[in-house]
Nanobody, 121 residues
Framework: QVQLVESGGGLVQAGGSLRLSCVASGSILSINNMAWYRQAPGKQRELVALITRGRSTNYADSVKGRFTISRDSAKNTVYLQMNSLKPEDTAVYSC???????????????WGQGTQVTVSS
């Protein structure tokens, strides 16, 4: 089995910063893409940022220049540094990883349970 566990969410004032972490554990041979998604109340889930195994990155236009995604492959961990936060960044943030399992050598996509980020104005 593979698990993803996020941490680092919370309540912050507009203009503040938060750093999210997501650790993958279990039967992992390697991880390809890792990503952060978010879902605000009444809205569809959206991709916030993605990082490939080779550390290429993509960002949603709404977060470019404010958020930075990074990863530590040795620790199977992905981070999201969020600066200059705005009230519209309020959402549940979930991580996602394309994992090649050690036991089956098959690639599957796994999700974390999500962490709440609330930005007050």
């Amino acid at each position: 089995q593979v698990q993803l566990v996020e941490s680092g969410g919370g309540l912050v004032q507009a203009g503040g910063s938060l750093r999210l972490s997501c650790v993958a554990s279990g039967s992992i041979l390697s991880i390809n893409n890792m990503a952060w998604y978010r879902q605000a109340p009444g809205k569809q889930r959206e991709l916030v940022a993605l990082i490939t195994r080779g550390r290429s990155t993509n960002y949603a236009d709404s977060v470019k220049g404010r958020f930075t995604i990074s990863r530590d492959s040795a620790k199977n961990t992905v981070y999201l540094q969020m600066n200059s936060l705005k009230p519209e960044d309020t959402a549940v943030y979930s991580c996602n990883a394309d994992v090649i399992r050690r036991d089956t050598w098959k690639s599957l996509t796994y999700w974390g349970q999500g962490t709440q980020v609330t930005v007050s104005s």
